[in-house]
């Protein structure tokens, strides 16, 4: 068998952190897997709220922070922590379960190059992007 490959019938590699997968992340993908949250989002500069909040600024930004738009009691009680990668990561792949209670419906992304490419796509949507992190360092056995 290839190392790091489950064989069939074998159990799935465990996930590594997003960081590893935001180091070749892709925007252009990214903007790709978007187009499921466009029912419910804009990410435009000075963009209107749709169903939900708009994305401009949104990473690094605090959660819950979009002025007027009436988040659930779930995210408001996140509001002091900000959308870095990881818990944007967590957010995406199963928003029900990071914040119990949310009014958002969108079952999740449970692919982490798919998120990692839709998570590039939302800090190229900002007024100052943050660089994308580099893949950490793996743990020889």
């Known amino acids: 068998p290839i190392a790091g490959v489950a064989a069939?019938?074998?159990?799935?590699?465990?996930?590594?952190?997003?960081e590893f997968y935001l180091a070749s992340a892709d925007v252009?993908?990214?903007?790709?897997v978007f187009k499921k949250c466009q029912a419910c989002h804009t990410v435009d500069k000075g963009g209107a709220n749709g169903l939900g909040p708009n994305l401009y600024n949104n990473m690094f930004a605090k959660i819950a922070h979009v002025p007027g738009f009436a988040y659930?009691?779930?995210l408001k009680s996140r509001g002091a922590e900000e959308w870095d990668w990881q818990r944007m990561?967590?957010?995406l792949a199963n928003p029900k379960k990071f914040a119990p209670g949310t009014k958002m419906t969108f079952a999740g992304l449970s692919n982490p190059e798919e998120r990692a490419n839709v998570i590039a796509f939302l800090n190229s949507k900002s007024?100052?992007?943050r660089p994308l992190p580099a893949a950490p360092v793996e743990a020889t056995p």
């Open 72 to 74: 659930s009691d779930a």
């Open 8 to 18: 069939e019938g074998e159990g799935e590699e465990a996930e590594k952190p997003i």
């Open 28 to 32: 252009a993908k990214g903007a790709d």
């Open 89 to 91: 990561s967590d957010w």
């Open 127 to 129: 007024d100052a992007p």
